[in-house]
């Protein structure tokens, strides 16, 4: 699930590439001639085809690219979170307890008032890689002091 506000790489990839699908005209309907007739594009002339084929070998390397981004961005994050998770709640993504100064939830030990504050819900209904984003944007907001384990 996706908190409150947020969509991951591979969701806006995924929004992208529908709009840019869209966009290039596959599957929408011809346009009119600018001079008002009925003589629209024909799909089928090889100027257009071409221009459909170029189109979609472009959006395919757009989606390759996303992919590689959402990769990426994965692997930050569990380089980042994973030893983080293994100190805090070792195998365990949906923990919950005390703290010194309250209550924690998820496989991090962010506090629930943290969390909530920017996904809008509990960490136990988020996945562990949205709990890794989250972290993210808590550890830019407090710094690693709001972690007991080392945070790299």
Not at 59 to 86: F, I, N, Q, S, Y
Not at 108 to 124: E, M, P, R, W
Not at 130 to 143: P, S, W, Y
Request: proline content about 6%.
């Amino acid at each position: 699930t996706e908190g409150a506000g947020m969509v991951s790489a591979e969701g806006w990839v995924r929004c992208g590439v529908a709009a840019l699908v869209v966009t290039v005209g596959l599957g929408a309907a011809p346009a009119a001639a600018a001079d008002g007739s009925d003589s629209a594009p024909n799909p089928w002339a090889i100027g257009d085809a071409l221009a459909w084929a170029n189109s979609v070998r472009w959006a395919e390397a757009v989606a390759r690219w996303a992919e590689a981004v959402a990769a990426a961005e994965v692997a930050h994050l569990v380089a980042r979170w994973g030893p983080v998770h293994d100190c805090e709640q070792p195998g365990n993504w949906y923990a919950a307890g005390p703290t010194n100064d309250g209550y924690f939830e998820g496989g991090l030990g962010i506090h629930v008032d943290l969390y909530g504050s920017i996904a809008g819900h509990s960490a136990l209904l988020d996945s562990p890689l949205d709990q890794m984003r989250v972290a993210e944007i808590a550890l830019a907001r407090v710094g690693r002091g709001a972690w007991a384990c080392p945070v790299p």
